[in-house]
T-cell receptor, first 111, second 114 residues
Framework: RKEVEQDPGPFNVPEGATVAFNCTYS??????FFWYRQDCRKEPKLLMS???SGNEDGRFTAQLNRASQYISLLIRDSKLSDSATYLC????????????FGSGTRLSIRP | GAGVSQSPRYKVAKRGQDVALRCDPI?????LFWYQQALGQGPEFLTY????????KSGLPSDRFFAERPEGSVSTLKIQRTQQEDSAVYLC????????????FGDGTRLSIL
């Protein structure tokens, strides 16, 4: 089992739809969680950190479920510009080598 | 130009040659990371510096890979006697402080070994 698993997709949804995807992790000691987005042939860019209480940034909502060891990302009112690969990142507090990136979930928004 | 800068953007080398990839992190960022990203995969950790100290190099795939950050700023990743399996995008990231803070990535160096 991979340490961080994501559904690779692609998710193909119409503009304006709501889409959600999850990321599961195996290390229960993980303490830091992030979502990054990566456009084709570009570098990953931080989308949002994920906090225990859940957090929202505009159309994006991230949640953490420690009991089931997954984090989720919800995108409301999706835009064409949301088309990208979304990378889940999980890590402990202090060990760099234990920061694990998922393989990413591809999202394609159609007009 | 406040972002992480990497050079070259593209590098083509023949198998067996040595290559050097450069990373210029965001000014003042203490932590610097190197990752290797294969097509369709997420970045895989290679090594981590806190200032000039290389605190973790457990992700380096072999002793042909070497990284340094002698003055705690610019870092170089060197690959000796390159192999075809070294072909990938090499990403550098920096963060302001601790390991668990958000990372800012450079554009990457796309390395192709012929």
């Amino acid at each position: 089992r991979k340490e961080v698993e994501q559904d690779p997709g692609p998710f193909n949804v119409p503009e304006g739809a709501t889409v959600a995807f999850n990321c599961t992790y195996s290390n229960s000691a993980s303490q830091s969680f992030f979502w990054y987005r990566q456009d084709c042939r570009k570098e990953p860019k931080l989308l949002m950190s994920v906090y225990s209480s859940g957090n929202e940034d505009g159309r994006f909502t991230a949640q953490l479920n420690r009991a089931s060891q997954y984090i989720s990302l919800l995108i409301r009112d999706s835009k064409l510009s949301d088309s990208a690969t979304y990378l889940c990142v999980v890590g402990p507090y202090s060990s760099a080598s234990k920061i694990i990136f998922g393989s990413g979930t591809r999202l394609s928004i159609r007009p | 130009g406040a972002g992480v800068s990497q050079s070259p953007r593209y590098k083509v080398a023949k198998r067996g040659q040595d290559v050097a990839l450069r990373c210029d992190p965001i000014s003042g960022h203490v932590s610097l990371f190197w990752y290797q990203q294969a097509l369709g995969q997420g970045p895989e950790f290679l090594t981590y510096f806190q200032n000039e100290a290389q605190l973790d190099k457990s992700g380096l795939p072999s002793d042909r890979f070497f990284a340094e950050r002698p003055e705690g700023s610019v870092s170089t990743l060197k690959i000796q006697r390159t192999q075809q399996e070294d072909s990938a995008v090499y990403l550098c990231a920096s963060s302001l402080g601790a390991v668990n803070q958000p990372q800012h990535f450079g554009d990457g160096t796309r390395l192709s070994i012929l």
